[in-house]
């Protein structure tokens, strides 16, 4: 039998991993101590909740916080008929949401923007190389991805930073950690939000009805609530969740493939030989250090999954991350390889009708990211003088706080 732990203490949620090995060992699915909840680890029956869409739901219920005694609790979500969009939508909703935002997502758009998104992550490094060192989340793994989706979406590049500001504060509000006047104050910052992006709204419509063509992500919302697709709610909903999954989850990924260079040499040598294996890195990446560690699932009706009967309104959450190094679906599964058969098989971005939306511009950001970092340099190390890289506290996201590195120019 596995002892009781608490997969949510912020030394394993550091280092994850051999935990999810050991709970995983015993049974798919493991009921954290203190929460009304249920973890699901391993890749098969994570595959089949994905698939059982009659008996889990996507829709957000609940949220993570801490009590006054700083202890973590889970909190039901309000339910206002208009809450879940997009990623916490269940079909026929979902289906609507991302029907609009298919095309300015899709791999030809991302042809589209190559070229600018390069001289931009060239820039950013350009910037730290010539000094020998750079803290890399703060000069470019946290830089680049809002700045990228600020583009997509028709947003001003001078937002960016108050962009990323909004972005943090709604991905604190996920993050187990935060007590409920640190909720409050991260809902009043994101109430802000909202009103910034009505504004573009309204300008896009005015667009819209002169009869100009979408030009950006905001006129093509503009154009489904028009047509009658999306209300308000639902167009700003899905602006916020595309700028904080945007930003953040790809600050993970960017900051996942830094580290990993420099604390693989060997890889590193690889890559630098063989630039084409760079997009099976950047896979590697997503399986060994998935952005996201799960997403929940809201128990729609008496079912079982697993071992585990699950009555109505019970939740579970689908660990993207102990599924991604489970080994009846990858061998040698803590080791970051290159050739790697079921290299695609892993869930760095979900699975099914809600794989992300973004993931052809998350995948592009990382390979470009790579390449740029790695034709400027000629070796990456981490800068042990500088302190060791630390990761942000957070039940859902892996991503780091700090990257130093130590780098020689090309």
């Not at 604190?172 to 991260?186: P, W, Y």
């Not at 999954?305 to 599964?333: E, H, I, K, T, Y």
């Not at 290159?338 to 099914?352: A, E, I, S, V, Y």
Request: overall charge negative; hydrophobic content about 45%.
């Amino acid at each position: 039998m596995v002892t009781m732990v608490d997969p949510f203490a912020l030394d394993i949620l550091d280092d994850p991993y051999d935990t999810y090995a050991e709970l995983r060992s015993v049974a798919p699915l493991y009921k954290v101590p203190h929460l009304d909840l249920h973890l699901v680890l391993s890749h098969d029956v994570v595959m089949e909740a994905i698939a059982r869409v009659d008996d889990f739901s996507n829709n957000l219920t609940a949220f993570f916080m801490t009590d006054d005694a700083g202890k973590q609790i889970m909190v039901a979500a309000g339910r206002d008929g208009g809450t879940d969009v997009l990623a916490t939508a269940d079909d026929p909703f979902h289906l609507v949401h991302r029907r609009a935002l298919n095309r300015p997502f899709s791999e030809k758009r991302m042809l589209d923007v190559e070229d600018e998104l390069r001289a931009m992550v060239g820039e950013l490094i350009d910037t730290h190389v010539p000094s020998g060192t750079m803290e890399w989340v703060q000069g470019v793994s946290s830089v680049l991805p809002i700045r990228a989706i600020a583009m997509l979406l028709g947003l001003p590049d001078d937002d960016t930073a108050q962009l990323k500001f909004w972005s943090d504060e709604g991905i604190e509000v996920l993050s187990g950690f935060a007590d409920g006047a640190r909720m409050a104050q991260c809902m009043a910052h994101i109430n802000d939000f909202v009103v910034y992006l009505g504004a573009h709204i309204d300008a896009a419509l005015e667009r819209a009805r002169s009869g100009a063509e979408p030009a950006c992500v905001i006129d093509t919302v503009a154009r489904a609530e028009i047509d009658g697709d999306y209300d308000r709610h639902t167009s700003v909903g899905l602006l916020i969740q595309l700028v904080g999954a945007g930003s953040d989850s790809t600050t993970g990924l960017t900051g996942s493939c830094a580290l990993a260079l420099a604390t693989h040499p060997e890889v590193q040598a690889t890559l630098r030989a063989q630039p084409q294996l760079i997009p099976a890195f950047v896979d590697e990446v997503l399986r060994l250090e998935t952005p996201f560690r799960g997403h929940f699932r809201h128990v729609m009706r008496p079912c079982r999954l697993g071992d585990v009967d699950l009555r109505p309104d019970d939740r579970v959450l689908l660990m993207w991350s102990a599924a991604n190094r489970d080994p009846a679906m990858f061998d040698d599964p803590d080791v970051l390889r290159l050739d790697r058969p079921t290299g695609k098989n892993h869930l760095g971005f979900g699975w099914g009708i809600h794989h992300c939306i973004g993931a052809p511009l998350a995948r592009l950001e990382a390979r470009l990211a790579v390449e740029e970092l790695l034709s400027r340099t000629s070796s990456i190390e981490l800068d042990h003088t500088a302190g060791s890289p630390e990761w942000v506290p957070s039940l859902f996201l892996r991503r780091l706080a700090r990257l130093p590195l130590r780098v020689a120019p090309a």
